[in-house]
């Protein structure tokens, strides 16, 4: 079969979009670890008018086809929000990416980049950070190290052959993103309980929840707090109203008050944590192969989503005000609420591990705050880049 002619074609209408999202879980159906996600919500995911990322980005997506059937994938976008941030910073004027890429074999995976190379150069660029699946703030870079382990909700997982195919095309690492793997149900240490205990006399500092009555407030303020806190993180591409609008109504069903916790200082919003129960587990029992639960699996699900526990956890997102940064109070803070969700997540979801990140690797703060805390690092994900 590999001696049969491969065919690279641009994806047009409904029946090649499906086609493009089936063949994720169809390449991957033999990894245990895989993880099949809801299909409605992959097509919609890659669906203009559905996925608010496309208001600020063109893409192309390509089948690749051997005889017809289907043998890989692979998307292909210019952010227009990417190219106006500073080149140094990472994305800026003239990078493109590519993502969401699967090939049966390393031609496959050697015709699709060119494909999307190809594609990117004609739309002006000149250089590459992949894959990206489909932003920074989705599924972001490689995953090189974890493959031995399900990844949480919102984390990618990759064929290890990958690495290989791509490095083969010449594309070099550009940044490494790390997640850390922390055991709840330990205290910790006692310098950083000390830190707690000093914080929780300071009567200028108050950790809140987050307000389910007040939903879209508290989104604003977190999504706000978030764009400002990371403004000048490599990578960087701001969220839009639309996105924060989007994203929320996406993570409703997930969000619990005492997991997102709020940190003001005097009495203004200037940190935050958001955890989210790890719904990859559930998913993984009830979504079969092609992300399509039967009637029971959907009920299963639907009831997890009431009252998910067990659960362990994954904190996707954390910020501090940039004019805190660096500071003392920045770390008690963040210190705060990392116990005060983690006693949240014992008693009431008997939450037995989380895993937090993902973290750029030379983000010392961050890096510092899961060191002293005892967690480890059990994934590493790498963005590549290229010169086109």
């Known amino acids: 079969m590999a001696n049969a002619e491969l ?29 099949a996600n809801y299909r409605s919500e992959e097509i919609a995911k890659f669906s203009p008018g559905k996925n608010p990322f496309f208001d ?23 952010d227009e929000l990417a190219l106006k941030q500073p080149l140094a910073q990472g994305m800026g004027p003239g990078t493109g990416n590519w993502g969401a890429i699967e090939a049966e074999d390393a031609e496959v995976a050697r015709a699709l980049i060119a494909a999307a190379e190809d594609w990117l150069r004609k739309e002006g660029m000149h250089r590459v950070l992949a894959p990206m699946n489909l932003s920074v703030w989705e599924e972001p870079g490689l995953l090189v190290k974890g493959h031995d382990h399900a990844p949480m909700v919102m984390m990618g ?14 594309y ?44 879209d407030r508290d989104a604003a303020i977190l999504c706000e707090i978030l764009n400002d806190a990371w403004s000048d993180n490599w990578g960087f591409v701001p969220f839009t109203d639309e996105e924060i609008e989007h994203t929320g109504k996406a993570l ?34 009830v979504n079969g192969a092609k992300g399509k639960p ?10 997890w989503l009431k009252r998910p526990k067990p659960a362990d956890m994954r904190v996707p997102l954390m910020g501090v005000r940039k004019k805190l940064q660096s500071s003392r109070l920045a770390s008690q803070l963040a210190f705060m609420m990392i116990e005060y969700i983690r006693r949240s997540a014992i008693a009431k979801f008997d939450a037995r591990r989380a895993e937090i990140g993902w ?8 890096v510092a705050i899961a060191d002293a805390i005892d967690s480890k690092v059990n994934r590493e994900y790498v963005i590549y880049e290229k010169a086109l």
Not at 56 to 78: D, K, N, P, T
Not at 157 to 170: R, S, T
Not at 182 to 208: C, H, Y
């Open 7 to 35: 065919v690279i074609t641009p994806v047009s209408g409904k029946a090649d979009l499906a086609a493009f999202v089936d063949c994720s879980y169809r390449l991957n159906a033999s990894d245990q670890n895989w993880v």
């Open 56 to 78: 600020h980005a063109r893409h192309q997506f390509f089948l690749a086809r051997r005889e017809g059937r289907v043998v890989g994938r692979i998307s292909a976008h210019v």
């Open 157 to 170: 997982h990759h064929n290890a052959a990958y690495q290989g195919w791509i490095e083969g095309e010449g």
């Open 172 to 215: 070099a690492p550009a940044k490494t993103l790390y997640t850390y793997d922390l055991d709840v149900t330990k205290p910790f240490p006692p310098l950083i309980q000390r830190i707690v205990a000093s914080g929780e006399k300071n009567a200028r500092i108050t950790i809140r929840n987050a307000d389910l009555k007040h939903f």
């Open 252 to 285: 409703k069903p997930l969000v619990h008050p005492e997991l997102i916790r709020f940190a003001e200082y005097d009495g203004e919003p200037v940190a935050f944590m958001m955890t989210l129960p790890d719904l990859n587990g559930i998913q993984k029992r």
């Open 294 to 303: 039967s009637l029971i699996g959907l009920a299963k699900l639907l009831f």
């Open 359 to 366: 973290i750029l690797e030379d983000n010392q703060g961050m």
